[in-house]
């Protein structure tokens, strides 16, 4: 079994590879949320009328920071639980889409 953390996961198989780039493409769109949130909410402090919205824009930015590792954590649990050759990928393939045994049809 893979180590956690392992830079080496991320390119281990094409599956491996495929989950990084889902992965990270996920935590790119959560770090811009982040950033939108807080320069949004900095420019609503400017305003007395907005700053109740800029501090619920600072508090949504910080759940987005927060999640952010979260991801990073899902991705490597991720990553060691992915079988590491072509014969165990089919046949968690066909597990996850509800085909073995099947052998009937």
Known sequence: MAAL???ENR???AAHARTTTRYEIARTAIEFG???AFI???VFFFYDSLVYAGTWLFVIGSILFAVRP???LALEIRLVT???DIEQAGV???LENGLAGDDAT
Do not use: E, Y
């Open 70 to 72: 979260a991801v990073r």
């Open 40 to 42: 949004i909410g900095s």
């Open 92 to 94: 968690l393939a066909r």
């Open 5 to 7: 953390f392992n830079h």
């Open 82 to 84: 992915l079988p590491d």
């Open 34 to 36: 982040a950033a939108i």
């Open 11 to 13: 390119t281990r198989t």
